[in-house]
């Protein structure tokens, strides 16, 4: 490392700046839970300090990368022995609640769960929600543009942001702390940081939009016959319920097979003999009225024999044990171990042909390979797991080609919600033209010229060279 120890303990004290196999004994990220190889780890409490070991960084040109809740998919977070990691954990705060305007403010350390739970505490929601949710970091969440399973009804974590505050690499605090719903005055500068994965700057604090409460939740996991069938109930759900329509994640029938009746993790709530599986959520305010209306939405699509089998939550237990399938990834890594796993959006109208030539294109390359496919169909999102039996880097290759290559004529996108970061750089140019790949240049190096923040992530470090 080009910055001295010395240095960062005389800004956040000793306690705070861990070395050898205090780092080492860290992982880079949950899905390698490779070891951190980065020379030092620092701590700081706060903005200030945040900016005062940045701006030594810049003195010495010493590069940095963020570590908030290490749940990333993508090697954002990946380093390497010359490298600072800049850890998010002391900056954990809820700094403020405002019921009235329907915000908090809170540091980026903080956990996503303890932000939701906070907001349902002064009667408000904070909307978005994923299987990470203990883990992951509103820092990170925003560095990604996290999505989730409430997209279809609340949007991107960019749309949860109202303001934040900013860490430049020369050290420089950018304190965009809006709350107002409407504020035109000038560049929304806080959309420089968000889903540009902490190379344009670190995100210490941000001011968050909640939403109203929405007491009534009814879940339902449902059967498809067909891929038509399951386009129809989306488009049948969207009109039924409106704006009650919570989330829509449907789930392969091999993904539904291997967590329930082949790794034997969850009781199947319904037959594992269908084609699709959906689970449905309807939100509102009125539980009588909510539960009328869901009813009746499901009882339509059952006419229509869009749905076939059908299993209605009774109780926040049997709600938790249907969510719960959906968000077993951990048996999704034992049942394909080793998995190469991908997150790509494209037209709905595409995706059963698209999956259909994968699966025959990844046999006829390895014969015994799996594809195992669920995703937020109402956002277009599709995560894809493979196994082929090995992880080595040419077949890494061999298989993003397969998964990758056919987007570009969709109009589909390399990366839905997960991010860029190091794995899918080289395919960066396969969804985003030349001039967007010039400007993203021209932002990193007019706002980091020594590329410091999270080099190599999204943009080849070779821009530095």
């Given amino acids: 490392m080009k910055i001295t120890l010395e240095a960062l303990c005389a800004i956040v004290g000793p306690n705070h700046v861990l070395t050898g196999s205090d780092v080492t004994s ?31 960084c810049f003195e010495c040109k010493q590069t940095v990368v963020t570590h908030g809740g290490l749940t990333g998919l993508v090697h954002g977070t990946q380093t390497s022995p010359d490298d600072l990691v800049i850890s998010m954990e002391r ?118 939009r909640l939403q109203p409460p929405t007491p009534s939740e009814h879940t339902a996991m449902v059967a498809c016959p067909s891929f038509e069938a399951l386009t129809a109930l ?122 259909q030539t994968l699966e025959a294109r990844l046999e006829a390359s390895w014969p015994d390979s799996q594809l195992i496919v669920f995703g937020h169909l109402g956002d277009s999102n599709l995560h894809i797991s493979v196994g082929v039996g090995s992880k080595e880097p040419a077949v890494r290759r061999a298989v993003e080609a397969l998964v990758y290559e056919p987007l570009t004529a969709l109009g589909g996108s390399i990366s839905a919600e997960h991010g860029i970061g190091l794995e899918k750089r080289a395919w960066l140019g396969s969804c985003r033209n030349e001039a967007e790949i010039e400007l993203m240049q021209t932002l990193k190096k007019s706002l980091d010229p020594f590329g410091l923040l999270n080099r190599g992530k999204i943009l080849d470090e070779t821009l530095f060279e």
């Fill in 91 to 208: 900056m954990t705060a809820i700094e403020s609640v405002d019921p009235v305007g329907a915000t908090l403010t809170v540091q980026a350390g903080a956990p996503l769960q303890r932000v939701q739970e906070t907001a349902e505490d002064i009667g408000l929601q904070f909307p978005l929600d994923l299987g990470a949710r203990g883990s992951c970091t509103i820092g990170g969440n925003i560095a990604t543009n996290a999505g989730g399973v409430r997209v279809i009804r609340y949007g991107m974590m960019r749309q949860q942001v109202l303001g934040l505050e900013a860490v430049m690499a020369d050290g420089r605090v950018v304190s965009s702390m809006n709350h107002m719903l409407k504020n035109n005055a000038g560049f929304d500068l806080k959309q420089l940081f968000v889903g540009t994965e902490g190379v344009l700057g670190i995100v210490t604090r941000a001011v968050l």
């Fill in 234 to 355: 989306l488009a049948q759900m969207g009109k039924t319920l409106g704006g009650g329509l919570g989330a829509f994640e449907v789930m392969w029938q091999n993904y539904y097979q291997l967590l329930t009746e082949t790794l034997g993790r969850h009781t199947p709530p319904i037959s594992t003999e269908h084609p699709y599986y959906v689970i449905i959520e309807c939100l509102g305010s009125d539980d009588a009225r909510s539960e009328a209306q869901f009813r009746d939405a499901l009882e339509q699509a059952m006419e229509a024999e869009l749905i076939i089998d059908a299993v209605i939550a009774q109780s926040s237990t049997q709600r938790d044990g249907l969510w719960a399938i959906r968000e077993d990834i951990e048996g999704l890594k034992e049942g394909l171990h080793p998995v190469l796993t991908f997150d790509v959006s494209l037209p709905i109208a595409d995706m059963e042909r698209y999956t």
């Fill in 26 to 56: 860290r992982q880079e990220d949950w899905m390698t839970g490779a070891p951190c190889q980065a020379g030092a780890i620092v701590r700081p409490a706060s903005t200030e300090e945040l900016s005062a070991v940045m701006r030594a």
